[in-house]
């Protein structure tokens, strides 16, 4: 991830332009750094359009508006061969085949194939009407598109197609048959490449950058990173965690007034009076100190402690073990990985289950005979360990080694997630409360694994099908370089100064340090001390989403990633 | 009335004779039925005979047998169905059950858990109470909380979750808790028993879902190694224990021979004088006389089989004769259809007081008439529950929320403004009477519509029949996939669900289904989870609404006191009872709808009180458009099809009502509501030219004498009628041929099916028998009113009959005949689906119906083709035109039954009118 070789791409719905200042634009470009800004079809929106392409630098399509006119596939540059920067392994131009909508794909089949034969140069076809249908009362899906992708789409290879109208992580290889269209069957998992299903087949890789319905606007923009070998990763961003709006309590409304008075970006804010903000309306003097200091976070890279509590486990005389699990889904029937890093002796120690897959007990007793023998009075330590990590050790343990459970319910369990996000003791840097995102805004340096949470989980799961190895290195340096991009955020934050007037204001809710001791009590206690601790889960109960619960329903998805 | 509260043994009042006698004005004695009905005494069974002596010994009553037969077979650890009368004590079986698993269990030191879902919220905080009272008086350590959408958040929560022994629930809050079962590990573990109270409520749309969270909620209680108990308990339904085992797909034993004693009840049945009989003294007379003169145009249920006895609607006589019980020291219940009839018969009741005061000297005596429903809050309706229990209330007009089993005590009296449509529900509702042994006083006022009449005057239907069925259908697949999400999401989907959950064709094919959509991932040897937006159980809507909800506002510059506090408004209501310019009477007082927001993201209906003498009523439309054939296949001569389109429902005007009297101040004002549109699945079948030709021709004499639409006298009107009854009967039998409910489905019976056709798809030869994708996506961007979804639906009925009718003379060929049957629901069920492919066997149930039925009646009856839900009022309809359409349909009639009728090639050259109905 560190090494910046092909080009990216923005993808924006027009609702993200359209609705967004063109301030807050300006800072997603500038953040981002795309090499090209697509804005998605298949409806014809000219002003959201008009509008990206002056926010950026960058080039800017939108399909519905690209015809060539001349019977021709639009072409779009995203990198050509000389403004690559790294000189190294990838200097190749890199372009999209783009079509205003699947009729005009159809009237002109040969164009297609001809942009097509340029490969590698032509990354993947964009197509944003391409889509897939749910008819439940049949039990089918359906590939909106594909007669025509048959018809004009080469057989015997995988041509990529890329559109807005699926969702940014959606990625299926379609083997149509020739011709008709006809579904021969859908590959779901991409890891370690696709394959064309036959010869006479046109094997269709769809890939969504649109928007993740049910998520409001936190998964609404996407960023594609492409290389030689066509989109080696989508990554999904909220719009409001740029420009103004990142900042805590300015919202859309709050940024509108700003901009009335020339307040455009966070330098600005930053040059703003507190008394000035606190003015606003819907405003307070706290809340004007609170924009302050977050701004002042997010540009200086630099985290703020919001009380003078301690952090969790930060006055016991030894310092938590980090923790974090691999799974192999969203929905677990195995624990396969744990590991554990210990800051004391900075160790680190994994269990991971690599030749018995059926048996989802053996990494977990090992992992307790260790937790409970060697360090019997330590306390863990998670990112959202509440919404993924404790939550399914805890049910795993319970039922495939039950003679562990009540030692297990009583090891202290700390959440650095919980203390400074959800009870709001720090403000951290990074766009995103992602541990990934956070770590990397603290200048932690990875070992770029290139993995992610549903990556590894997948991966184990073709190990438990078929048997066939994982590069078990990688994988394990991807949990434990998790577990150590938690210790390095603790330490940022154990150093960061703790705030001193503001403390007694914010902190009340969740108690001071006796919040430490008695979460070291076991979890029932721990749950009952700190009415905050549920608080997140309990809210999800409720049909109105408030900021907290849309936070943990976010957690609870992208839980393999460590959020 | 505290005297007569304070004497539990002491007969009602006032008995059905005395009622007739004392009614003030003539009734005729043909109109009044006085039936009654023997009571029952208790079958007992000593309770050391069934249950271990700590149990037995602090019960003071013995068991009925029914609760005796029950407990043995719980003992057996068989699952059970109790399906006997109201109040026959069957709480106290699984009551009984959950006390002896607690001291099973605490025997081995172990703990035992039970978990009660009840239909209602306000059933729940109810049987919390008695439940809690039985195990103090029982002295055992049991606790039992109520866990839902109303119980406190946060510690509350957790508390109940990690100490309860028993928590009461509803199945809403059971599909959200599953998400988060790790958190009810303890509950769920120890579970021993599932109780499913009143479960006979779970049919249709709803019980489909009831049957699916059970089936996930049964997933996990197996993953925390739990394996409990159910007891069902049902009012008395036509097949418990077939629904009972479709409910949570395991052997049921029913036990329903019922011990607990009855009461002998007086059964009134009540059809309101005719009204120029009524005694002149009374102001009302003019003013409804009126109202039903003239104006059988009207979307109202118009008198259909005798114009000249136009009688009294059972919305002005019922309140009458609450009145007049509740006079004669009677506690009584009056069961309405709808809120707004509750609210205005309380109104209605006081009015007919003061209108006799010759006859009432004491106008204010047992007067106490209060309405209930659920649009009350909470406490409100706890108040007035309690008053009930206590005497302080002499009568309550309710509607159906007081039928299922919440303890108002021990009622004198029911009335029932018109038949409740169900003979379950009419048991169910008079079972509210009469408690123990005491004579018990039933009145059913008859509504002035053709099923009411039918009831009335063969009382036999209510006494001999079988109640009906319940219906659950788990072969929904547009149901199941919804909750495949869900149980994904709760534990990853495995080959331990094969069987299990579903079988493994269906199961795969719908895992994926949802893995080409990017909801799950994973592979069923290892293990499928969900990765879709969050909370799927969030999007299963367990009434089948759209799910939109719409906020009650007050207007800006209202007290703040005058807030109605409503709860919020489903969509399908917002748009009949709650346009703009609608005055809705809520605990007695009136709000107009001042504004409607329909938009996203929070739609809402703001409100100001008033005080006006009107009420408002909408008039509903309905009508099928674009549809689009995607298989087909013939049946003889006659071609079947399958396909989507969209089904129009409009409340486009409103009429203006008066209070008293209900003559229609102001009529056809426009609701300025967009149509309720569903895109849905649909069955129709097309009638052969030459069958139909025949038929008309049979049939061209058929008049329906005051007929809307001046279309009276056309010469297709008796086919048509033929058509109509068909499409009635059709859905009638549905169920029993087909897992399906009725009330789920809806029909069209057209001349011009045709036009209610998308005009983008070509039509060779009459049929469109491949299945062309493209096509379909072609015809759906080119569709009479736009792509679907887009909301360019016509504005109102007119516009969206005027384009019927303007495709109908434009068509290239002569348009077929024939009727639609749709899912009345969005996005369809596969009701229509199943028809489909069962259509042969359905329609021969529906001859037979038809052909056995021995109401002689032309029209039919509610026993044949007539439905109680028809738009048009069951008009026209022709059984043996439609006996004749079906005989040709199944290929059952004889050789040249149609010849003699066969038009002269001359001939037949009447215009087809573009009729449909309903």
Same mark, same amino acid.
């Given at each position: 991830m560190t090494a910046r070789a092909g080009a990216t791409v923005l993808a924006l719905p027009p609702s993200a332009v359209a609705d967004r200042p063109m301030a807050t634009l300006e800072d997603l470009g500038r953040t981002l750094e795309p090499d090209a800004v697509w804005v998605l079809g298949p409806k014809r929106e000219p002003q959201a359009f008009a509008r990206a392409r002056s926010a950026f630098d960058a080039p800017a399509f939108h399909p519905p508006l690209e015809t060539a006119g001349d019977g021709t596939l639009h072409r779009q540059v995203i990198a050509d061969s000389s403004a690559d920067e790294t000189g190294g392994i990838d200097t190749e131009p890199l372009e999209f085949a783009v079509t205003p909508n699947l009729r005009a794909l159809e009237a002109t089949p040969t164009a297609v194939s001809s942009a097509l034969a340029d490969r590698p140069a032509v990354a993947a076809l964009v197509c944003d009407d391409v889509t897939t249908t749910v008819r439940p009362t049949a039990l089918e899906t359906r590939l909106e598109g594909a007669e025509v992708l048959a018809d004009a789409l080469p057989t015997g290879t995988v041509?990529?197609?890329?559109?807005?109208?699926?969702p940014a992580g959606y990625d299926a290889v379609w083997h149509l048959e020739s011709g008709t269209g006809a579904i021969r069957g859908v590959d779901h998992e991409a890891i370690g490449g696709v394959e064309p299903l036959a010869e006479d087949c046109v094997s269709v890789r769809v890939r969504g950058a649109g928007p993740t319905e049910g998520y409001g606007n936190s998964r609404s923009i996407a960023t594609l990173r492409l290389t030689a070998d066509g989109v080696a990763s989508v990554e999904t961003h909220k719009v409001t965690d740029f420009g103004l709006e990142a900042v805590d309590g300015i919202g859309p409304k709050t940024a509108e007034r700003l901009a009335d008075r020339g307040v455009t970006t966070r330098a600005d804010l930053l040059e703003t009076p507190v008394q000035t903000l606190a003015d606003l309306p819907g405003s307070s003097p706290d809340g004007a100190r609170r924009m302050h200091q977050h701004a002042r976070v997010l540009e200086t890279g630099e985290p703020r402690r919001l009380t003078d509590d301690s952090l969790p486990g930060e006055d016991w005389s030894t310092p938590p073990l980090c923790l974090d699990i691999e799974t192999d889904g969203l929905s677990p029937t195995i624990l396969w990985q744990i590991g554990v890093y210990d800051p004391a002796s900075d160790s680190y120690q994994a269990f991971v289950e690599r030749s018995d897959p059926s048996d989802p007990g053996r990494v977990l007793e090992a992992?307790?005979?260790?937790?409970?023998?060697?360090?019997?009075?330590?306390?863990?330590?998670?990112w959202n360990g509440w919404g993924f990590d404790y939550r399914h050790l805890g049910s795993f343990i319970a039922k495939h080694v039950p003679y562990y459970a009540e030692e297990w319910e009583s090891v202290p369990k700390l959440d650095l997630y919980l203390w400074a996000a959800t009870d709001e003791h720090a403000l951290l840097p990074g766009r995103t409360n992602k541990l990934e995102a956070v770590a990397d805004a603290l200048g932690y340096e990875g070992a770029g694994t290139g993995l992610d949470g549903a990556q590894t989980a997948a991966a184990y799961q073709r190990f438990v099908r078929t048997g066939e190895e994982l590069e078990w290195e990688r994988h394990e340096a991807y949990c434990e370089d998790d577990c150590r991009a938690l210790w390095h955020v603790y330490e940022r934050l154990r150093d960061a100064p703790r705030a001193d007037g503001v403390a007694a204001t914010l902190s009340s809710a969740a108690g001071s340090k006796t919040t430490d001791s008695s979460r070291s009590g076991g979890r029932s206690?721990?749950?009952?001390?700190?009415?905050?601790?549920?608080?997140?889960?309990?809210?999800?109960?409720?049909?109105?989403?408030?900021?907290?619960?849309a936070n943990a329903d976010e957690t609870e998805q992208t839980g393999l990633g460590d959020f | 009335m505290s005297d007569q509260r304070s004497k539990p043994q002491a007969d009602v009042p006032i008995t059905?004779?005395?009622?007739?006698?004392?009614?003030?004005?003539?009734?005729?004695?043909?109109?009044?039925?006085?039936?009654?009905?023997?009571?029952r005494s208790a079958e007992t069974v000593p309770c050391a005979e069934v249950l271990d002596p700590e149990l037995a010994g602090p019960l003071e009553n013995d068991l009925y047998t029914h609760q005796a037969a029950a407990l043995e077979a719980l003992a057996d650890d068989e699952n059970v169905c109790v399906a006997t009368s109201t109040s026959s004590g069957k709480t106290r079986i699984y009551a009984l059950q959950i006390a002896r698993h607690y001291l099973e269990a605490r025997a081995r030191d172990a703990a035992s858990t039970a978990y009660l879902l009840y239909p209602t919220k306000a059933l729940s905080r109810d049987q919390e109470r008695s439940l809690n009272d039985l195990y103090d008086d029982l002295g055992l350590d049991i606790t039992v909380r109520v866990y839902d959408g109303d119980t406190e958040r946060g510690e509350n929560r957790r508390r109940i979750r990690e100490e309860a022994d028993v928590i009461i629930t509803n199945f809403a809050g059971v599909n959200t808790y599953l998400h988060d079962h790790d958190r009810w590990a303890r509950f769920l573990s120890a579970c021993d028993l599932l109780v499913i109270d009143e479960s006979h409520t779970y049919t249709g749309v709803h019980g489909m879902h009831v049957a699916w969270i059970v089936r996930r909620l049964k997933r996990v209680l197996d993953y925390y190694g739990a394996d409990p108990q159910?007891?069902?308990? #049902? +009012?008395? /339904?036509?097949? $418990?224990?077939?629904?009972? #085992? +479709?409910? /949570?797909?395991? $052997?049921v034993t029913v036990v329903d021979e019922d011990g607990s004693p009855t009461g002998p009840r007086d059964l009134v049945l009540w059809n309101p004088p005719p009204k120029d009989r009524e005694d002149p003294s009374h102001d009302e007379r003019d003013e409804w006389r009126d109202d039903e003169d003239g104006d059988g145009a009207t979307s109202e249920k118009a008198p259909a089989d005798d114009v000249a006895l136009e009688r009294v609607p059972a919305t002005v006589e019922a309140p009458r004769i609450l009145s007049h019980l509740t006079y004669q020291d009677a506690q009584t219940l009056l069961f309405t259809p709808s809120r707004k009839l509750a609210e205005l018969s309380v109104k209605r009741a006081s009015k007919h007081r003061h209108d006799n005061r010759r006859y009432y000297a004491n106008p204010d005596r047992g007067s106490a008439i209060e309405p209930y429903h659920a649009g009350h809050s909470r406490t409100n309706r706890h108040g007035t529950e309690h008053q009930l229990k206590t005497g302080v209330l002499d009568g309550v007009a309710s509607t159906n929320a007081l039928e299922l089993g919440i303890d108002i005590g021990e009622m004198d009296a029911t009335v029932q403004l018109g038949y409740p449509g169900q003979r379950q529900s009419f048991w169910q509702q008079i079972g509210r009477a009469g408690r123990g042994s005491r004579r018990a006083l039933s009145v059913l006022v008859a509504e002035h519509r053709t099923l009411d009449q039918y009831v009335v005057n063969d009382p036999d239907y209510l006494l001999e029949n079988d109640v009906e069925d319940a219906v659950v259908d788990i072969d929904n697949d547009a149901v199941f996939a919804q909750h495949l999400r869900c149980a994904a999401d709760e534990l990853a989907v495995d080959e331990s669900d094969v069987g299990a959950f579903a079988d493994r064709d269906r199961l795969e094919r719908a895992v994926e289904m949802w893995r080409r959509a990017g909801q799950l991932r994973g592979h069923l040897e290892t293990g499928v989870s969900y990765v879709g937006p969050p909370r799927p159980q969030r999007s299963v809507s367990l009434y089948?609404?759209?799910?939109?909800?719409y906020e009650v506002r007050l207007a800006d510059g209202v007290d703040e006191r005058s807030d109605p506090e409503m709860e919020p408004l489903a969509k399908e209501r917002v748009l009949r009872d709650f346009h703009e310019g609608a005055v809705r009477l809520h605990q007695g007082q009136q709000y107009e709808v001042t504004a409607v927001e329909h938009g996203a993201p929070r739609p809402s209906v703001t409100l100001r009180p008033t005080d006006v003498d009107y009420y408002t009523r909408t008039r509903t439309d309905v009508t099928v458009l674009d549809a689009v054939s995607e298989e087909s296949r013939e049946v003889g001569e006659f071609t079947l099809h399958f396909g989507r389109g969209r089904v129009l429902?409009?409340?486009?005007?409103?009429?203006?009502?008066?209070?008293?009297?209900?003559?229609?101040?102001?009529?056809?004002?426009?609701t300025d509501n967009p149509p309720l549109s569903m895109e849905t699945q649909l069955c129709w079948l097309e009638v052969p030219q030459n069958v139909e030709d025949a038929l008309i021709e049979k049939y061209r004499d058929v008049s329906v004498p005051d007929l809307e639409d001046g279309l009276a006298d056309t010469a297709h009107l008796g086919y048509a009628g033929g058509l109509h009854a068909a499409e009635h009967a059709t859905i009638g039998v549905a169920p029993l041929e087909l897992m399906v409910d009725k009330r789920d489905l809806g029909g069209l019976a057209t001349l011009t099916i045709d036009s209610h056709l998308d005009r983008a798809v070509g039509r060779e030869g009459g049929t469109n028998t491949n299945t062309d994708a493209d096509a379909d996506a072609e015809a759906r961007n080119e569709s009479t009113f736009g792509a679907p979804g887009s909301d360019d639906a016509p504005r109102n009925i007119a516009a969206a009959e005027a384009t019927v009718r303007e495709i109908a003379q434009g068509l290239e060929r002569t348009p077929a005949s024939g009727w639609f049957i749709y899912d009345g629901i969005e996005g369809g069920l596969g009701f229509a689906r199943a028809i489909y492919e069962n259509y042969?066997?359905?329609?021969?149930?529906?001859?037979?119906?038809?052909?056995d039925c021995d109401c002689g009646n032309v029209g039919g009856c509610p026993a044949c083709v007539m439905d109680e839900q028809c738009g048009n009022d069951n008009r026209p309809l022709h059984r043996e035109a439609a006996v004749d359409v079906l005989d040709q349909l199944l290929g059952d009639a004889d050789e040249g039954a149609l010849a003699a009728h066969r038009p002269d090639e001359e001939h037949g050259g009447d215009r087809r009118p573009p009729l449909f109905y309903a």
């Amino acid at each position: 991830m560190t090494a910046r070789a092909g080009a990216t791409v923005l993808a924006l719905p027009p609702s993200a332009v359209a609705d967004r200042p063109m301030a807050t634009l300006e800072d997603l470009g500038r953040t981002l750094e795309p090499d090209a800004v697509w804005v998605l079809g298949p409806k014809r929106e000219p002003q959201a359009f008009a509008r990206a392409r002056s926010a950026f630098d960058a080039p800017a399509f939108h399909p519905p508006l690209e015809t060539a006119g001349d019977g021709t596939l639009h072409r779009q540059v995203i990198a050509d061969s000389s403004a690559d920067e790294t000189g190294g392994i990838d200097t190749e131009p890199l372009e999209f085949a783009v079509t205003p909508n699947l009729r005009a794909l159809e009237a002109t089949p040969t164009a297609v194939s001809s942009a097509l034969a340029d490969r590698p140069a032509v990354a993947a076809l964009v197509c944003d009407d391409v889509t897939t249908t749910v008819r439940p009362t049949a039990l089918e899906t359906r590939l909106e598109g594909a007669e025509v992708l048959a018809d004009a789409l080469p057989t015997g290879t995988v041509t990529t197609v890329l559109t807005g109208s699926e969702p940014a992580g959606y990625d299926a290889v379609w083997h149509l048959e020739s011709g008709t269209g006809a579904i021969r069957g859908v590959d779901h998992e991409a890891i370690g490449g696709v394959e064309p299903l036959a010869e006479d087949c046109v094997s269709v890789r769809v890939r969504g950058a649109g928007p993740t319905e049910g998520y409001g606007n936190s998964r609404s923009i996407a960023t594609l990173r492409l290389t030689a070998d066509g989109v080696a990763s989508v990554e999904t961003h909220k719009v409001t965690d740029f420009g103004l709006e990142a900042v805590d309590g300015i919202g859309p409304k709050t940024a509108e007034r700003l901009a009335d008075r020339g307040v455009t970006t966070r330098a600005d804010l930053l040059e703003t009076p507190v008394q000035t903000l606190a003015d606003l309306p819907g405003s307070s003097p706290d809340g004007a100190r609170r924009m302050h200091q977050h701004a002042r976070v997010l540009e200086t890279g630099e985290p703020r402690r919001l009380t003078d509590d301690s952090l969790p486990g930060e006055d016991w005389s030894t310092p938590p073990l980090c923790l974090d699990i691999e799974t192999d889904g969203l929905s677990p029937t195995i624990l396969w990985q744990i590991g554990v890093y210990d800051p004391a002796s900075d160790s680190y120690q994994a269990f991971v289950e690599r030749s018995d897959p059926s048996d989802p007990g053996r990494v977990l007793e090992a992992f307790c005979d260790w937790l409970l023998g060697v360090h019997p009075n330590r306390a863990l330590l998670t990112w959202n360990g509440w919404g993924f990590d404790y939550r399914h050790l805890g049910s795993f343990i319970a039922k495939h080694v039950p003679y562990y459970a009540e030692e297990w319910e009583s090891v202290p369990k700390l959440d650095l997630y919980l203390w400074a996000a959800t009870d709001e003791h720090a403000l951290l840097p990074g766009r995103t409360n992602k541990l990934e995102a956070v770590a990397d805004a603290l200048g932690y340096e990875g070992a770029g694994t290139g993995l992610d949470g549903a990556q590894t989980a997948a991966a184990y799961q073709r190990f438990v099908r078929t048997g066939e190895e994982l590069e078990w290195e990688r994988h394990e340096a991807y949990c434990e370089d998790d577990c150590r991009a938690l210790w390095h955020v603790y330490e940022r934050l154990r150093d960061a100064p703790r705030a001193d007037g503001v403390a007694a204001t914010l902190s009340s809710a969740a108690g001071s340090k006796t919040t430490d001791s008695s979460r070291s009590g076991g979890r029932s206690t721990q749950s009952s001390a700190t009415a905050t601790e549920s608080e997140p889960a309990e809210s999800r109960e409720t049909e109105r989403p408030t900021k907290r619960s849309a936070n943990a329903d976010e957690t609870e998805q992208t839980g393999l990633g460590d959020f | 009335m505290s005297d007569q509260r304070s004497k539990p043994q002491a007969d009602v009042p006032i008995t059905g004779d005395e009622l007739v006698e004392t009614f003030p004005g003539y009734r005729d004695e043909d109109d009044v039925t006085v039936l009654e009905r023997p009571g029952r005494s208790a079958e007992t069974v000593p309770c050391a005979e069934v249950l271990d002596p700590e149990l037995a010994g602090p019960l003071e009553n013995d068991l009925y047998t029914h609760q005796a037969a029950a407990l043995e077979a719980l003992a057996d650890d068989e699952n059970v169905c109790v399906a006997t009368s109201t109040s026959s004590g069957k709480t106290r079986i699984y009551a009984l059950q959950i006390a002896r698993h607690y001291l099973e269990a605490r025997a081995r030191d172990a703990a035992s858990t039970a978990y009660l879902l009840y239909p209602t919220k306000a059933l729940s905080r109810d049987q919390e109470r008695s439940l809690n009272d039985l195990y103090d008086d029982l002295g055992l350590d049991i606790t039992v909380r109520v866990y839902d959408g109303d119980t406190e958040r946060g510690e509350n929560r957790r508390r109940i979750r990690e100490e309860a022994d028993v928590i009461i629930t509803n199945f809403a809050g059971v599909n959200t808790y599953l998400h988060d079962h790790d958190r009810w590990a303890r509950f769920l573990s120890a579970c021993d028993l599932l109780v499913i109270d009143e479960s006979h409520t779970y049919t249709g749309v709803h019980g489909m879902h009831v049957a699916w969270i059970v089936r996930r909620l049964k997933r996990v209680l197996d993953y925390y190694g739990a394996d409990p108990q159910f007891v069902l308990t #049902s +009012a008395t /339904i036509g097949n $418990p224990g077939a629904h009972s #085992s +479709a409910l /949570i797909d395991e $052997p049921v034993t029913v036990v329903d021979e019922d011990g607990s004693p009855t009461g002998p009840r007086d059964l009134v049945l009540w059809n309101p004088p005719p009204k120029d009989r009524e005694d002149p003294s009374h102001d009302e007379r003019d003013e409804w006389r009126d109202d039903e003169d003239g104006d059988g145009a009207t979307s109202e249920k118009a008198p259909a089989d005798d114009v000249a006895l136009e009688r009294v609607p059972a919305t002005v006589e019922a309140p009458r004769i609450l009145s007049h019980l509740t006079y004669q020291d009677a506690q009584t219940l009056l069961f309405t259809p709808s809120r707004k009839l509750a609210e205005l018969s309380v109104k209605r009741a006081s009015k007919h007081r003061h209108d006799n005061r010759r006859y009432y000297a004491n106008p204010d005596r047992g007067s106490a008439i209060e309405p209930y429903h659920a649009g009350h809050s909470r406490t409100n309706r706890h108040g007035t529950e309690h008053q009930l229990k206590t005497g302080v209330l002499d009568g309550v007009a309710s509607t159906n929320a007081l039928e299922l089993g919440i303890d108002i005590g021990e009622m004198d009296a029911t009335v029932q403004l018109g038949y409740p449509g169900q003979r379950q529900s009419f048991w169910q509702q008079i079972g509210r009477a009469g408690r123990g042994s005491r004579r018990a006083l039933s009145v059913l006022v008859a509504e002035h519509r053709t099923l009411d009449q039918y009831v009335v005057n063969d009382p036999d239907y209510l006494l001999e029949n079988d109640v009906e069925d319940a219906v659950v259908d788990i072969d929904n697949d547009a149901v199941f996939a919804q909750h495949l999400r869900c149980a994904a999401d709760e534990l990853a989907v495995d080959e331990s669900d094969v069987g299990a959950f579903a079988d493994r064709d269906r199961l795969e094919r719908a895992v994926e289904m949802w893995r080409r959509a990017g909801q799950l991932r994973g592979h069923l040897e290892t293990g499928v989870s969900y990765v879709g937006p969050p909370r799927p159980q969030r999007s299963v809507s367990l009434y089948a609404t759209t799910g939109e909800e719409y906020e009650v506002r007050l207007a800006d510059g209202v007290d703040e006191r005058s807030d109605p506090e409503m709860e919020p408004l489903a969509k399908e209501r917002v748009l009949r009872d709650f346009h703009e310019g609608a005055v809705r009477l809520h605990q007695g007082q009136q709000y107009e709808v001042t504004a409607v927001e329909h938009g996203a993201p929070r739609p809402s209906v703001t409100l100001r009180p008033t005080d006006v003498d009107y009420y408002t009523r909408t008039r509903t439309d309905v009508t099928v458009l674009d549809a689009v054939s995607e298989e087909s296949r013939e049946v003889g001569e006659f071609t079947l099809h399958f396909g989507r389109g969209r089904v129009l429902v409009y409340h486009g005007t409103y009429d203006k009502v008066a209070v008293h009297g209900g003559k229609k101040r102001e009529q056809g004002i426009p609701t300025d509501n967009p149509p309720l549109s569903m895109e849905t699945q649909l069955c129709w079948l097309e009638v052969p030219q030459n069958v139909e030709d025949a038929l008309i021709e049979k049939y061209r004499d058929v008049s329906v004498p005051d007929l809307e639409d001046g279309l009276a006298d056309t010469a297709h009107l008796g086919y048509a009628g033929g058509l109509h009854a068909a499409e009635h009967a059709t859905i009638g039998v549905a169920p029993l041929e087909l897992m399906v409910d009725k009330r789920d489905l809806g029909g069209l019976a057209t001349l011009t099916i045709d036009s209610h056709l998308d005009r983008a798809v070509g039509r060779e030869g009459g049929t469109n028998t491949n299945t062309d994708a493209d096509a379909d996506a072609e015809a759906r961007n080119e569709s009479t009113f736009g792509a679907p979804g887009s909301d360019d639906a016509p504005r109102n009925i007119a516009a969206a009959e005027a384009t019927v009718r303007e495709i109908a003379q434009g068509l290239e060929r002569t348009p077929a005949s024939g009727w639609f049957i749709y899912d009345g629901i969005e996005g369809g069920l596969g009701f229509a689906r199943a028809i489909y492919e069962n259509y042969e066997a359905v329609a021969e149930r529906a001859r037979d119906l038809i052909a056995d039925c021995d109401c002689g009646n032309v029209g039919g009856c509610p026993a044949c083709v007539m439905d109680e839900q028809c738009g048009n009022d069951n008009r026209p309809l022709h059984r043996e035109a439609a006996v004749d359409v079906l005989d040709q349909l199944l290929g059952d009639a004889d050789e040249g039954a149609l010849a003699a009728h066969r038009p002269d090639e001359e001939h037949g050259g009447d215009r087809r009118p573009p009729l449909f109905y309903a």
